[in-house]
């Protein structure tokens, strides 16, 4: 009601505007706006400038993600609309890791990525691989003085962050918000940790009262993926997606960067992946165990009397106590 009556349900409203300057843009309803927000009224525009900007560079590809969550509860279909910060599906599109496509650039092309974030939090995204350059934000281009370099910029709350690389290393990059969180799905949330206990036996007893029952492996929640657990209906499981060397372990907002020497320009297809030059993969390691060094044994600290005299092992305990956390 503030510049114009709602829209109601089977109304249609004409907007026209003239496109004053080049950029980009989201959009989103005001009326009711946490309904509409929590069930992913929004969208993105852009306004491409008339022949040459000083500030606006030419790329070879662009690529626009608008960042968007929702709180559905495993097993319904339904986002719950009243949810202020815990949401529990973290998406680049409306899309989830592995059901998202890769971007994909030849080697030596210079490519842009818009990201806009309507979530209700901040998200730093993070490209592995190569250093980009901040070059716009919502308010518009970014001046050629005043652009750094970054390898995750963080986008708050109604922000656009415009970047812009050159596609210099060939390989399979990862393409992530930087909380952990953010790149797992719906059934992450709210399981215990049971990192160090030994539950031998106990799963098998707790069966035989509920059949179905699993608990978090102590080992970390991988185990847990890969158990392949029979999910709810309209659920994705909380980590997931297979690599060329087994589990990828993602979900949420993650995606990969394939650079390649031999995509064709403009080709938008996805590559495959990545075969590794011999000699640049991390191996195990086979040489023999390796032991903590005895602490008395580190030489003396230069002015410290007494120190790595026959001190027995540093005994380390983390700060506890403080409860309540979340
Ligand atoms: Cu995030």
């Known amino acids: ?44 525009w852009i306004t491409h400038p008339k022949g040459r900007h000083p500030l606006i560079n030419d790329v070879d590809r662009d690529y626009c993600f608008l960042l968007n969550a929702f709180d559905v509860e495993p097993g319904s279909m339904t986002p719950k609309i009243n949810t202020m910060l815990d949401f529990n599906i973290w998406s680049f599109n409306s899309r989830v890791f592995p059901g998202i496509s890769p971007l994909v650039a030849r080697l030596g092309e210079r490519v842009r990525m818009r990201v806009g974030n309507l979530t209700m939090t901040n998200h730093p995204v993070h490209v592995h691989g190569i250093e980009f350059e901040v070059t716009g934000t919502d308010g518009g281009p970014v001046p050629k003085t005043a652009r750094w370099p970054e390898v995750t910029t963080d986008i708050a709350v109604g922000q656009m962050r415009q970047i812009e690389f050159l596609a210099d290393e060939p390989g399979d ?27 031998r036996g106990l799963v098998q007893k707790i069966q035989k009262l509920v059949p179905d029952y699993m608990v978090m492996g102590e080992r970390g929640m991988a185990d847990m993926g890969e158990m392949e657990m029979e ?90 106590g403080h409860g309540n956390h979340h």
């Open 173 to 199: 990059w990862a393409v992530h918000c930087h909380k952990s969180h953010h790149t797992m799905g719906a059934m992450g949330h709210d399981v215990p940790t049971m990192i160090g206990v030994d539950h």
């Open 231 to 320: 999910l709810p209906v309209n659920t994705f499981p909380m980590m997931t997606g297979a690599g060329p060397y087994g589990a990828v372990e993602m979900g949420g907002m993650f995606t990969t960067l394939k650079v390649r020497a031999d995509q064709k320009p403009g080709d938008y297809t996805d590559p495959g992946w990545y075969t590794l030059p011999a000699g640049t993969q991390a191996y195990e390691y086979q040489g023999a165990p390796l032991q903590p060094a005895p602490s008395a044994a580190q030489p003396a600290m230069p002015g410290m009397p007494g120190h790595g005299h026959n001190h027995p092992p540093a005994q380390v305990r983390k700060p506890m």
């Open 1 to 44: 009601g503030l510049n114009q009556p709602q829209i109601q349900p089977g109304k249609t409203f004409v907007y026209e505007f003239v496109a004053r300057r080049p950029g980009t843009f989201m959009y989103h309803p005001h009326a009711d706006e946490m309904t509409q927000m929590a069930m992913g009224m929004m969208g993105m």
